[in-house]
């Protein structure tokens, strides 16, 4: 071994002139669906040459517990602590994105102060997914427990908020359509502002640790490039699509909910690769940090709830609506066609994560077999969405 | 190996003299330091990870050493919704696990299937094709619920015999160890139930 | 974003012999939808994806449904003469709808930032593995979604690269999503047995008629329903 110490420009190799000593004979390896790093159940069958990976072919299904045809057999109400499970990481913005469409299909008007609310926890669970999920990549990366235990740590306390809320940690079942189910009290919100207020220090100390970090530089630049072209092609949404560069933000483009009162930034990446989809996970958190400050400042209180919307006996007229925001996966849509019965006749759910996955060949064609944990960590999956 | 008598121990514990039995000294090793699969299936997973890590520190009861291989673990913990599809690979850790080992069915799903069970790709319950020693309802239990259940086992284990009649079951050469894997059919699992493990509950009405 | 008549007149003119027809959404999201014929659907999604002022190159959301056989009632206020009087009566037509499986496409473009423009293709009845041409060429995010409608509503997309099913196992012959479909019966006890689970329970239900006197199992939805 040589002493002198590389530069961050040499150690940038491009994964595909290295050679195998194995030409021309594939080895078909199944990785999954009990894996320690592919977030779940989830399953790929690689075919390798030595180490590189010439074909991979992503399996789904081991957590298909048919969401979709339960929504047409329950209620518009019994399918919202279904959107819990979906993503089970982020309940509230799939809570939100559920509540969205059926606003849509039935007109409904949502208060104010419930406009706020659902900011507010939106980009509360923006924080804790993006944080999860840089301590789960750095876990793929081979940094055992330590990042997840400091990125589990600021969880927990949002978790808490979420809890003394809604009453339950994970599976909040919080909105309604035409508002929020329970009012926050002032102390609930001076709580948030406090955890809101500590956060960036926790990103400056997670950034030191991870951000900068030689090993992370070296395992993520450079590997699973996507092209803009492609991930635009491919549908590829939230913060891997604008790691390649492309300004496509639902919270700006459709302007939702109150995001067009806020002053926020959106970050955009310029190679693609694995190290911009980590730092637009980083920069999102802060610009999510930004949202919540205004938001917390602006909340007045006031009704959080329509109280014209029948909460029983509920039926839209008869037609179909899509409504989608931007979930911290990507963009979560749920398509809705209403028979003018109780429950939808057709309830569908746009699954950022599952359509995310269209391009992991691609992504990891050419690249040695340690790269795929690392480059499907980085695309952020959770099995609940992904397979329904 | 006989029982000691519980006056005579505590007497000479009094005067600094551990006494002890093998079959105490065994179980204690073997109660404090469960092993783990690391294997998540669904939302239950993510609590699970919680309960191992930093607020609930599953440590404290030696439970933190989740092993990716089955051959490395005692426990599994099935944390989450078991579809039909995944079934048949439990099934197959599960013979993959050697002896002993015990199973917790975390959460509504792997107790019954929970708020899925009308789901056409949804198995109702675990205990269809494998024994499940520890049941925690909740969807998704609280990380305190999984550490109750780890307690529980290990309650469990502490009361195990090693020799007699009433030994324990993994250690009768007969107790099967291995369960028939089931097999994908054109509209359900085959078979859909392993009738040597799981007898559907009866329709009672009061 | 322009008006969806405009769209339909430029695909006509621009495609040629393609039909489309524009069906309307009744709800107040006003998302209509444009049906377009299956011939030449592939050449109409091209010019939706190149066409420079549409430019719908984000195919977001892609799904199936099925439809039953159905029958439609109308009803029309007729003016008629009865009795020498001019009186409105209701006269009410039935029409037969063969039933089909759709497949619906919303697409929005990335780069003018518009949408949605819906667009929906319908199969000729509900056989097993009834065709529709693959847009996957056109817009690969459409690749693991029209498997999964390949999965569970059995429309064979022809043209697709890799047409498997995708959360089923392989050797499932259902089409689970479909509204006829019916689940293999593992049914367990139950503590509020309801609608179609109430009917399976009572298939596994032993009568006790001297214990019971009356055969019946309770269940909540026997009991007042102050919803319904």
Redesign the interface.
């Known amino acids: 071994m040589s002493a002198t110490v590389q530069t961050l420009e040499a150690m940038e190799r491009p994964p595909v002139t290295m050679t195998s000593r194995l030409e021309g004979e594939l080895l078909e390896v199944s990785m999954g669906p009990q894996h320690p790093s592919t977030h779940g159940v989830f399953r790929m069958n690689v075919a390798l040459e030595g180490e590189i990976v010439r074909k991979l072919k992503p399996v789904f299904g081991y957590l298909h517990r048919n969401h979709e045809q339960i929504g047409e057999h329950t209620t518009y109400l019994g399918s919202m602590p279904y959107t819990d499970r979906l993503d089970y990481f982020c309940s509230m913005t799939n809570n939100w994105a559920y509540a969205l469409s059926v606003e849509k299909l039935a007109a409904i008007e949502v208060p104010e102060r419930a406009q706020y609310l659902r900011v507010i926890l939106a980009e509360l669970t923006r924080l804790q997914n993006h944080a999860s999920l840089l301590g789960f990549l750095l876990s793929d990366m081979g940094a055992w427990g330590t990042p997840l235990m400091y990125a589990f740590r600021e969880r927990e306390k949002i978790l808490d908020l979420f809890e003394s809320l809604s009453g339950a940690r994970m599976m909040c079942d919080y909105m309604r359509f035409g508002g929020c189910r329970v009012d926050a009290s002032d102390e609930w919100l001076a709580a948030a502002k406090k955890i809101v207020d500590r956060f960036p220090k926790f990103l400056d100390e997670f950034g030191e640790l991870i951000l900068g970090n030689e090993i992370v530089i070296a395992r993520t630049q450079n590997v699973g490039r996507l092209s803009a072209d492609l991930a635009v092609s491919a549908g590829i949404t939230g913060p891997m699509l604008r790691a390649c560069g492309v300004n496509y933000d639902v919270r700006k483009v459709d302007g939702y909910g109150f995001y067009p009162r806020f002053k926020f930034r959106i970050p955009l990446g310029e190679h693609g690769d694995t190290y911009d989809r980590l730092m637009m996970r980083a920069l999102e958190m802060r610009e999510s940090v930004e949202i919540l400050k205004q938001a917390l400042a602006l909340i007045q209180p006031g009704p959080i709830l329509n109280s014209k919307v029948k909460i029983r006996a509920f039926r839209p007229p008869v037609g179909e609506a899509y409504g989608r925001i931007e979930a911290p996966k990507g963009e979560l849509g749920f398509y809705l066609i209403s028979d003018g019965g109780p429950n939808p006749y057709r309830y569908r759910v746009r699954p950022p994560s599952f359509i995310n996955l269209t391009i992991l060949e691609d992504m990891c064609l050419g690249h040695v077999v340690a790269d795929v944990m690392v480059i499907l960590g980085s695309v952020d999956i959770v099995m609940g969405e992904v397979d329904r | 190996m006989s029982e000691i008598d519980e006056k005579l121990r505590t007497e000479l514990q009094r005067q600094g003299i551990w006494v002890t039995s093998m079959q105490e000294l065994y179980n204690w090793g073997r109660k404090n330091s469960i092993w783990p699969l690391?294997?998540?299936?669904?939302?239950c997973?993510?609590?699970m990870?919680?309960t191992a890590?930093?607020?609930y520190d599953i440590a404290r009861f030696g439970g933190e050493v989740f092993r990716?291989s089955?051959r490395q673990a005692d426990l599994m913990i099935v944390a989450?919704?078991v579809?039909?599809?995944?079934a048949p690979?439990i099934v197959r850790?599960y013979n993959q696990m050697a002896d002993p080992k015990y199973v917790i069915a975390m959460g509504a799903?792997a107790i019954?299937g929970g708020?899925?069970?009308?789901?056409?790709?949804?198995l109702?319950?675990i205990d269809r094709y494998i024994p499940v020693d520890v049941y925690i309802p909740g969807?998704?239990p609280?990380p305190e619920a999984l550490l109750h259940a780890f307690m529980e086992l290990q309650r469990k284990i502490d009361g195990q015999k090693l020799t007699g009649t009433d030994k324990a079951e993994f250690l009768k050469p007969e107790q099967l160890s291995e369960f028939p894997v089931p097999k994908?059919?054109?509209?359900?699992l085959e078979p859909?139930?392993n009738r040597d493990v799981f007898q559907?509950?009866?329709?009672?009405?009061v | 974003m322009e008006l969806l008549e405009q769209i339909k007149a430029r695909i006509e003119s621009s495609v040629p012999g393609a039909k489309t027809d524009i069906v309307p959404n009744g709800t107040p999201s006003q998302q209509h939808s444009l049906l377009i014929d299956n011939a030449h659907a592939l050449a109409v999604a091209h010019f939706l994806r190149d066409d420079p002022t549409l430019r719908l190159d984000f195919c977001s959301n892609v799904t199936g449904v099925d439809w039953l056989d159905r029958v439609v009632k109308k009803t029309i206020k007729i003016k008629t003469v009865v009795d020498g009087f001019e009186k409105e009566v209701d006269q009410t037509t039935e029409e037969k709808i063969p039933g089909y499986l759709e497949a619906v496409y919303h697409l929005y473009s990335m780069a003018h930032k518009h949408g949605p423009v819906i667009i929906r293709m319908r199969t000729e009845g509900r056989a097993k593995c009834a065709p529709l041409p693959s847009l996957t060429p056109v817009w690969r995010s459409a690749e693991f979604q029209e498997r999964e409608i390949f999965d569970l509503y059995g429309i064979r997309f022809d043209g697709h690269p890799d047409l498997r099913r995708i959360l089923m196992w392989d050797e499932f012959e259902d089409y689970p999503m479909r509204k006829d479909y019916v689940q293999p019966d593992d049914f367990e006890w139950e503590p509020t047995p309801h609608d179609e689970v109430l009917a399976r329970a009572k298939q596994h239900y032993t009568a006790r008629p001297e214990l019971d006197g009356a055969e019946k199992i309770t269940s909540h939805s026997d009991v007042a329903t102050p919803d319904k």
């Open positions: 690391q294997f998540g299936l669904a939302c997973a993510i609590e990870i919680a890590a930093s607020r990716p089955p989450g919704t579809t039909k599809k995944m690979q850790l799903c019954s708020p899925f069970k009308q789901g056409y790709n949804v109702k319950g969807c998704p609280r994908f059919g054109e509209h359900d859909p139930a559907p509950p009866k329709l009672e009405r």
